[in-house]
Antibody, heavy 115, light 112 residues
Framework: EVQLVESGGGLVQPGGSLRLSCAAS????????MSWVRQAPGKWLEWVSV???????YYADSVKGRFTISRDNSKNTLYLQMNSLRAEDTAVYYC?????????WGQGTLVTVSS | DIVMTQSPDSLPVSLGERATINCKSS????????????LGWYQQKPGQPPKLLIY???TRESGVPDRFSGSGSGTDFTLTISSLQAEDVAVYYC?????????FGQGTKLEI
């Protein structure tokens, strides 16, 4: 069964850092594109970042230079390193297997940026 | 960036009725070399992650009931639920994956 489980969310102060993890099972992360998508409370979905199977990475302008997507093939896990966090980064963060379209999503992890 | 605009924002419907949700992209998401529209539809129920319903604008994901269908090409797309069931109450999003940044519509809330 294909499954994605995010972890690492929590409360962080503005300017702080957090690393999100997304453990995959049932498929190999490095064989697919993998994305992070976030959803602020009561808001719509916002694509954040993607890592291609070849390793190329892309980001939304809102997080470029602050967030870094990566993966550990030995752990079959996707990561999102988030630095210089702002209040507007508060959201549920989802990882998603990406075949262009996003066909499998995790349950999400909540990141709250507040003092 | 490609802007995705859905209409309406909310849609009151009755059980058994047909529901139609529209999605318009600010530029074409039809890739001419393979004649595919890079457009997907997702369903999100409260407290749950989104679920893929339709990809390539009209291909139903495995396990999705056939009352869900997608149509359209270029810049104008439609998600149709032929006969609304109670479990279809959700927010529906379109998304283009033609170009980065991938972008979503603002969502359409289906209400009974």
């Amino acid at each position: 069964e294909v499954q994605l489980v995010e972890s690492g969310g929590g409360l962080v102060q503005p300017g702080g850092s957090l690393r999100l993890s997304c453990a995959a099972s049932g498929f190999t992360v490095s064989d697919y594109y993998m994305s992070w998508v976030r959803q602020a409370p009561g808001k719509w979905l916002e694509w954040v970042s993607v890592i291609y199977s070849g390793g190329n990475t892309y980001y939304a302008d809102s997080v470029k230079g602050r967030f870094t997507i990566s993966r550990d093939n030995s752990k079959n896990t996707l990561y999102l390193q988030m630095n210089s966090l702002r209040a507007e980064d508060t959201a549920v963060y989802y990882c998603a297997r990406t075949r262009y379209y996003l066909d499998c999503w995790g349950q999400g992890t909540l990141v709250t940026v507040s003092s | 960036d490609i802007v995705m605009t859905q209409s309406p924002d909310s849609l009151p419907v009755s059980l058994g009725e047909r529901a139609t949700i529209n999605c318009k992209s600010s530029q074409s998401v039809l890739y001419s070399s393979n004649n595919k529209n890079y457009l997907g539809w997702y369903q999100q129920k409260p407290g749950q992650p989104p679920k893929l319903l339709i990809y390539w604008a009209s291909t139903r994901e495995s396990g999705v009931p056939d009352r869900f269908s997608g149509s359209g090409s270029g810049t104008d797309f439609t998600l149709t639920i032929s006969s609304l069931q109670a479990e279809d109450v959700a927010v529906y999003y379109c998304q283009q994956y033609y170009d980065i940044p991938y972008t979503f519509g603002q969502g359409t809330k289906l209400e009974i």
